[in-house]
């Protein structure tokens, strides 16, 4: 068997305070138990499971994601089930109205096109148990 990573976009859409487009990346791993899903954007905390001692890591990935799109006025968040894997949810802003005008470039704007359907990418796929 063996691990597989999909990215999905949606269409933009309005939450009530502007509109946000989502990137929703999914793996089809062990999954989160509900008592570690709350700390998993917390730096350094590591699942602690027989499997996860296995694989090497320093628990900061997921800080650092949280850390940049909150930065850039966006959300993130995840959902989990033991055994059928994650999903992690990145929210972002459209625009450019939530940054500050000294952290923007002058540069021109480009046309943007929009799309009304939803994208899916394969990202990995990993073969399980390797070293």
Known sequence: SSLKTTAH???PFNNGDGRYAQLAVTDTGIGIDAENLPRVFERFHRVNTAYSRSIEGTGIGLALVKDLVTLQGGRISATSQEGLGSTFYVDMPLGHAHIS??????????????????SSLPIDEVGAGKQ
Do not use: M, Q, V
Request: net charge negative.
């Open 9 to 11: 976009t949606s269409t």
């Open 101 to 118: 005008p000294d952290h923007l470039e002058n540069t021109p704007s480009s046309s943007s096109s929009s799309s009304s359907s939803s």
